[in-house]
């Protein structure tokens, strides 16, 4: 079973400072997904990314994977309240089958404080 | 955003209840999953259909049986639960391998039913 460890675990920030959240793991994935999910409600898509060294930037939110493929980090810069929730990142395996399957981190929890 | 439902929202059942969960999908998917979210554990994989087979089953014990009856609905029916299968359980959806792009395979999330088991 792969795994995937997200570091910090929980995350506490004022308003207007900068984070990054890292996913690590020792198995290769042909990608990897963050997502973040609010209390009672299921996780959002956020951004897929593929090819190793991959950057991607959705507004203050910056995302890379790896060279390996392995790992991937999340940045976001100047948070905001609305930046609250959990963060998963996930590993996609795909099956020759069909379905693909994804092995999800351990989550970071991130509050903002106004 | 209403692509991928799920009914109900909550649910509190005794041990000796049977009931089910339903989600349905209308993103045009064929690839359908449940998940277990507990607390302070990841996400688990519960099962999986692609092109309303099943595809994976994560020896799941038998009091959860899933079924999919087409592409677009998939139901998860619970009986003599234990109260340590109280959690957060969720439905997502994606495009099939068969028909689209193998890597940038995503998933899309229901909001999930929250299950307490007495």
């Known amino acids: 079973t792969q795994l995937l460890e997200q570091s910090p675990q929980f995350l506490s920030i004022q308003e207007g400072e900068n984070l990054t959240v890292y996913c690590n793991s020792s198995?290769?994935?042909?990608?990897l997904q963050w997502y973040r999910q609010e209390p009672g409600e299921g996780p959002v898509l956020l951004v897929t990314?593929?090819?190793?060294?991959e950057v991607k930037k959705l507004k203050r939110l910056t995302f890379q994977f790896g060279d390996a493929r392995k790992d991937s980090s999340l940045h976001i810069t100047a948070a905001q309240p609305g930046d609250t929730g959990l963060y998963l990142c996930?590993?996609?395996?795909?099956?020759?089958?069909?379905?693909?399957?994804?092995?999800f981190g351990t989550g970071t929890r991130l509050t903002v404080i106004p | 955003e209403t692509g991928v439902t799920q009914t109900p929202r909550h649910l509190v059942m005794g041990m000796t209840n049977k009931k089910s969960l339903k989600c349905e999908q209308h993103?045009?998917?064929?690839?359908m999953y449940w998940y277990k979210q507990s607390a302070k554990k990841p996400l688990e994989l519960m099962f999986v259909?692609?092109?309303?087979?099943?595809?994976e089953n994560n020896s799941v014990p038998s009091r959860f049986s899933p079924e999919c009856p087409n592409s677009s609905h998939l139901f998860l029916h619970l009986h003599t639960l234990q109260p340590e299968d109280s959690a957060l359980y969720l439905c997502?959806?994606?495009?099939?391998?068969?028909?689209?792009?193998?890597?940038?395979?995503?998933?899309?999330f229901g909001p999930g039913t929250r299950l307490t088991v007495l």
């Open positions: 997502a959806s994606s495009q099939d391998l068969r028909q689209g792009s193998i890597v940038k395979n995503e998933q899309f």
């Open positions: 198995s290769v994935f042909s990608s």
């Open positions: 990314v593929v090819t190793g060294g």
């Open positions: 996930a590993g996609n395996e795909a099956w020759l089958s069909g379905a693909n399957n994804l092995f």
């Open positions: 993103l045009g998917h064929n690839a």
């Open positions: 259909y692609s092109l309303e087979e099943r595809v």
